[in-house]
């Protein structure tokens, strides 16, 4: 199984921290390891959504595998990868970093491009009601924006749809960057 956090957990390990109330991780397993995981993670006394229900309902309609500490109230938003397009190429490219500081800890992250990418994709699937996307992309653009692989993004961002979003938010950053 190969895994990658995304969402605002990544956006802050590229910019700086936020209150969040969940970790989104992108897996990639197969449907015969996917029962071994999910037994895994409800050993842990923990909810986690059932291998049935993932079939049903969760899988074709890219929801989230539901994992919840109902104790500590920490949550977990598993996305099953897909093995083409954007999310392929994701996991390819995702980054090995720090997760914690003490005791440190590494996880995989997506790459800031990839967490820019699916950040305005869930803008547009909101249509424009979640704001918190935009910010998260704003900070990130004036933290590691000028180090982002322009060409990965424009030629993605097409891909998926999101490309006039891309352009106004990137246009809007250099603007705001600009002397």
């Known amino acids: 199984m190969r895994s990658a956090v995304g969402g605002s957990v990544a956006a802050m390990a590229y910019s700086e921290p936020r209150t969040t109330i969940d970790i989104d991780v992108m897996i990639n397993v197969d449907h015969g390891r ?22 049903e309902f969760l899988r074709p309609n890219r929801m989230p595998i539901n994992v919840v500490d109902g104790i500590s109230g920490v949550k977990a938003d598993l996305y099953m990868a897909y093995t083409s397009g954007l999310d392929a190429m994701a996991m390819t490219r995702r980054r090995r970093l720090p997760l914690y500081e003490q005791p440190y800890t590494e996880a995989w992250f997506l790459s800031p491009e990839d967490v820019i990418l699916y950040k305005l994709d869930y803008y547009r699937q909101s249509q424009g ?30 891909a998926i749809g999101i490309s006039t979003i891309w352009q106004a938010v990137w246009r809007e950053h250099s603007n705001a960057s600009k002397p």
């Open 34 to 55: 996917l029962e071994l995981l999910v037994d895994e993670i409800a050993s842990w006394n923990v909810y986690i959504d059932s291998v049935e229900t993932i079939d």
């Open 129 to 158: 009601v979640s704001t918190k996307h935009p910010k998260d992309i704003g900070k990130m653009l004036r933290v590691v924006g000028d180090q982002l692989d322009l060409d990965y993004l424009d030629t993605w961002s097409q």
